[in-house]
C-alpha cells in the first residue's frame, strides 16, 4: 500500500545523544516535511524538503538536520543540541502544486 | 504574521449531538488555503479538507460541513449527528498559495470527545 512509514513508534535517547528518525515515503511525492507537537499544542514546522538534495529551515530548526539523498527519504537528527527533544514528531509528504500534505504515523521521543 | 486560534480546547458531547469547531485566522495574504485535519488516538493526522480563499462556498460531505466566512476570518467545522468514532484531536490549518513550499500554520487543536 502507498503511503509514509516513519519508524521507530517510540525512541529514547540519553542526554548529549544523538537519535536518528526515519520518514520513508512510497507515494512519489516531491515535497516532505518535519513536525514537532508538543502535548496540548498544535503542529510547528522544523525542517521541509521539496526536491532531493535541498532543504530548508521551517519555524523550530535549532537542534535538528535533515538530509534529503533520496526522493522517498527524509531522515530528521534530533541533536544533543536540542535540550527539550521530548515529544511526538510527525513526518509529511505532498506532490506538486498545492495538494494537501499526507502524515505518517509519528514517532514519540522521550529522554531517559 | 500568520495565526489560527481554535479557542476551543476540549468539547465533550453525547453521541448524535451536533458540533461545531470554531476556527480563526490572520493573515496578510490576499491568498490563501484553509485546512482542518483530524488526530485519531493512533497519532497520525488525517486530511478532511482543502479551501482556498477564493471559494466562501459551504461545503458539506456527509455529516461533515465547513463554514467558511472570509469577513470574520473563520473557517468553522461542524459534525452533525456525532458517533463515538469521530472522537479524535481536530486541527485547523493555513497556508498561502504560491508556488513552492506549502508551510502550513496549525492551530492549537480542539480534543472532541463523543460520549455514548
Known amino acids: 500500500d502507498g503511503g509514509i512509514t516513519q519508524s521507530p513508534k517510540y525512541l529514547f535517547r540519553k542526554e548529549g545523544q544523538n537519535v536518528t528518525l526515519s520518514c520513508e515515503q512510497n507515494l512519489n511525492h516531491d515535497a516532505m516535511y518535519w513536525y514537532r507537537q508538543d502535548p496540548g499544542q498544535g503542529l510547528r514546522l522544523i525542517y521541509y524538503s521539496q526536491i532531493v538534495n535541498d532543504f530548508q529551515k521551517g519555524d523550530i530548526a535549532e537542534g535538528y538536520s535533515v538530509s534529503r539523498e533520496k526522493k522517498e527519504s527524509f531522515p530528521l537528527t534530533v541533536t544533543s543540541a536540542q535540550k527539550n527533544p521530548t515529544a511526538f514528531y510527525l513526518c509529511a509528504s505532498r506532490s506538486d502544486g498545492n495538494q494537501p500534505q499526507h502524515f505518517g504515523d509519528g514517532t514519540r521521543l522521550s529522554i531517559l | 504574521a500568520q495565526k489560527v486560534t481554535q479557542a476551543q480546547t476540549e468539547i465533550s458531547v453525547v453521541e448524535k449531538e451536533d458540533v461545531t469547531l470554531d476556527c480563526v485566522y490572520e493573515t496578510r495574504d490576499t491568498t490563501y488555503y484553509l485546512f482542518w485535519y483530524k488526530q485519531p488516538p493512533s497519532g497520525e493526522l488525517v486530511f478532511l479538507i482543502r479551501?482556498?480563499?477564493?471559494?466562501?462556498q459551504n461545503e458539506i460531505s456527509g455529516r461533515y460541513s465547513w463554514n467558511f466566512q472570509k469577513s470574520t476570518s473563520s473557517f468553522n467545522f461542524t459534525i452533525t449527528a456525532s458517533q463515538v468514532v469521530d472522537s479524535a484531536v481536530y486541527f485547523c490549518a493555513l497556508s498561502p498559495i504560491i508556488q513552492g513550499a506549502q508551510k502550513l500554520v496549525f492551530g492549537q487543536g480542539t480534543r472532541l470527545t463523543i460520549n455514548p
Open positions: 479551501r482556498n480563499s477564493f471559494d466562501e
